[in-house]
């Protein structure tokens, strides 16, 4: 892979190109540090790649895309969680967080690889229409992964689902509680994230519940039916008759 890494300051291109010193099969060919040379240099260079931050001077890493009518697979890296509505709109392959991680690095570097295996074929810029009808075939399995786009009030924060130990309806919201004991409170419904975490992981035990089977640190079988989960955190849960059989297979393995 042919990468161009775009950011305005020096120690966090540096840490994008330490890391890629662990993928031996990516090339990279340049550097630039605000969003105007990144457009000139995508479109000399012709990378596969582009890692970019988004709030660069000259140019935005939003704009650079928006003004591009041949993309290359983007991953965006940035301090600002908040924009990851508007990355995915111009159709950003990933979005990284800054301090940068090196797991999910690596995942979203793997993500690029595959889709440019499966280009193969393929012309390997194809337009935005065709990435964003392509990007949406996939919004499914990209939302049931390691990372959990939620609104809070007005802005968009990325959860880590492997932090979550349980969501809570709580009437108008859905609370969902951290391994560290914090809370966060979204207006988006329950029955919407339990479509969004990944299944198998993420189980409904009551219609006001879902825990991260991780977390669950004993379970009780109740006198008149049901169970009662201890969490790792220590909290308390109750299952409702009718999410039984989960459970009970759960237990059973």
Do not use: W
């Amino acid at each position: 892979m042919r990468a161009l890494i775009v950011d305005d300051e020096p120690p966090a291109r540096a840490q994008v190109r330490e890391f890629l010193m662990d993928e031996p099969d990516v090339n990279v060919l340049g550097e630039s540090g605000d969003g105007r040379s990144a457009l000139e240099q995508i479109r000399r260079l012709d990378p596969d790649l582009v890692f970019m931050d988004i709030r660069m001077p000259r140019m935005s890493g939003l704009e650079v895309l928006q003004s591009e009518a041949k993309l290359p697979y983007t991953i965006f890296t940035t301090a600002y969680s908040d924009y990851a509505v508007e990355a995915f709109s111009v159709d950003a392959l990933d979005y990284l967080v800054k301090p940068l991680e090196r797991r999910r690095f690596r995942q979203a570097v793997e993500r690029a690889r595959r889709y440019l295996e499966r280009d193969a074929t393929l012309l390997r810029r194809i337009d935005p229409a065709t990435l964003q009808a392509f990007l949406a075939s996939i919004s499914a399995a990209s939302h049931r992964c390691d990372r959990l786009p939620v609104k809070i009030g007005r802005t968009t924060q990325i959860f880590d689902t492997d932090m979550i130990e349980f969501v809570e309806a709580d009437g108008d919201y859905a609370a969902i509680h951290h391994k560290g004991g914090g809370l966060a409170r979204t207006r988006e419904g329950i029955a919407t994230l339990e479509t969004r975490l990944p299944a198998g992981r993420f189980v409904r035990i009551h219609r006001s519940l879902i825990v991260n089977l991780d977390c669950v640190r004993e379970v009780r079988s109740n006198k008149h039916g049901g169970f009662s989960l201890v969490m790792a955190s220590g909290h308390k849960l109750k299952s409702g008759a009718k999410y039984d059989d989960s459970l009970r297979k759960f237990v059973e393995n």
